[in-house]
């Protein structure tokens, strides 16, 4: 199970995405004839996350925020995403305050479970 690396805000995050020119987005998390696999992201800590990140590591930005509109994960919730199977970067945290930041592999039909904390 891949653990998070601490790194500065999120909202610093963000503004350096929203800095960069052309294509932003991160890319989609599934493309047509590709097999996918999942992304579990756990909240391992004991502060909310509002804010999760995902793009394939072969994309230049982490793009947008990958959670629906209200949706925030308290200490021991999770989400899961249906993603292309391959290497994957994953930013998670609570917007202004901190965020985490990992690299890791999803295999067609398998789960990758990343705590963040």
Do not use: H
Not at 7 to 12: F, I
Not at 46 to 62: A, G
Not at 96 to 116: I, K, M, P, W
């Amino acid at each position: 199970m891949p653990m998070f690396l601490r790194t500065a805000g999120a909202a610093a995050l963000i503004a350096s995405v929203a800095a960069c020119s052309g294509d932003i987005s991160g890319g989609d998390l599934v493309s047509a004839g590709r097999p996918t696999g999942w992304i579990e992201v756990v909240n391992a800590g004991v502060t909310p996350i509002d804010t999760i990140l995902l793009s394939e590591c072969s994309t230049f930005t982490y793009g947008f925020d990958r959670l629906p509109d209200g949706v925030v994960l308290y200490p021991g919730d999770s989400y899961t995403f249906s993603v292309n199977s391959g290497c994957w970067d994953v930013a998670a945290g609570l917007t202004g305050v901190d965020d985490g930041r990992l690299r890791t592999e999803v295999r067609a039909g398998g789960t990758t479970v990343v705590n963040a904390a």
